[in-house]
């Protein structure tokens, strides 16, 4: 599936919920609930083109659409996924499962695995109210082919030999 090819949630760092939430009267404590964990936990540091560059200063409505910048490694080019799209393909039960398992570097998914449920549901729900999804980032790159798209070489230089080694 196309979530485990793409680094998506600072962290979203986070990002879920049913899209119930959204819509439901009453549910306005989970929206800001999500919204605090997304601001929190780095989910827009990639996942918000420019949110990084801008001292945070994007509007929400850009938020969490992903980014064409990529970070490249020996795991390959991955780019932040638009989490608007991904959270608007998954229900609520589907979205807890994506968000614990293991994705590629850098995303931080050990974050999202020792999140809450409560937490988890709440970013879903932030993103499902944020409207207009806006466009998919670029597809996962495999390693040694060519990157056509910016991207943040992620790989350490000089590190201590007892670190190199590992």
Same mark, same amino acid.
């Given at each position: 599936m196309r979530i485990r090819n793409v680094a998506w949630g600072g962290l979203v760092t986070a990002a879920l919920l049913s899209g119930g939430w959204a819509q439901a009267a009453g549910d306005s404590a989970a929206v800001e609930r999500g919204r605090y964990v997304v601001s929190t936990s780095g989910c827009n540091d990639c996942h918000t083109r420019g949110y990084p560059e801008s001292g945070g200063k994007v509007p929400v409505e850009e938020w969490l659409k992903g980014n064409p910048v990529g970070f490249s490694g020996p795991w390959g080019t991955t780019y932040p996924a638009n989490l608007r799209l991904v959270a608007q393909s998954l229900d609520e039960a589907q979205w807890l499962q994506a968000a614990r398992r293991e994705m590629r570097p850098p995303m931080p998914w050990f974050s999202l695995r020792d999140m809450s449920d409560?937490?988890?549901?709440?970013?879903?729900? =932030?993103?499902?109210?944020?409207?207009?999804?806006?466009?998919?980032?670029?597809?996962?790159?495999?390693?040694?082919?060519?990157?056509?798209?910016?991207?943040?070489? =992620?790989?350490?230089?000089?590190?201590?030999?007892?670190?190199?080694?590992r």
């Amino acid at each position: 599936m196309r979530i485990r090819n793409v680094a998506w949630g600072g962290l979203v760092t986070a990002a879920l919920l049913s899209g119930g939430w959204a819509q439901a009267a009453g549910d306005s404590a989970a929206v800001e609930r999500g919204r605090y964990v997304v601001s929190t936990s780095g989910c827009n540091d990639c996942h918000t083109r420019g949110y990084p560059e801008s001292g945070g200063k994007v509007p929400v409505e850009e938020w969490l659409k992903g980014n064409p910048v990529g970070f490249s490694g020996p795991w390959g080019t991955t780019y932040p996924a638009n989490l608007r799209l991904v959270a608007q393909s998954l229900d609520e039960a589907q979205w807890l499962q994506a968000a614990r398992r293991e994705m590629r570097p850098p995303m931080p998914w050990f974050s999202l695995r020792d999140m809450s449920d409560e937490d988890l549901r709440a970013v879903y729900a =932030f993103i499902r109210s944020l409207g207009e999804p806006g466009e998919a980032a670029p597809e996962y790159v495999p390693p040694g082919v060519a990157v056509t798209t910016p991207y943040i070489d =992620f790989v350490p230089r000089n590190l201590p030999n007892r670190q190199a080694a590992r």
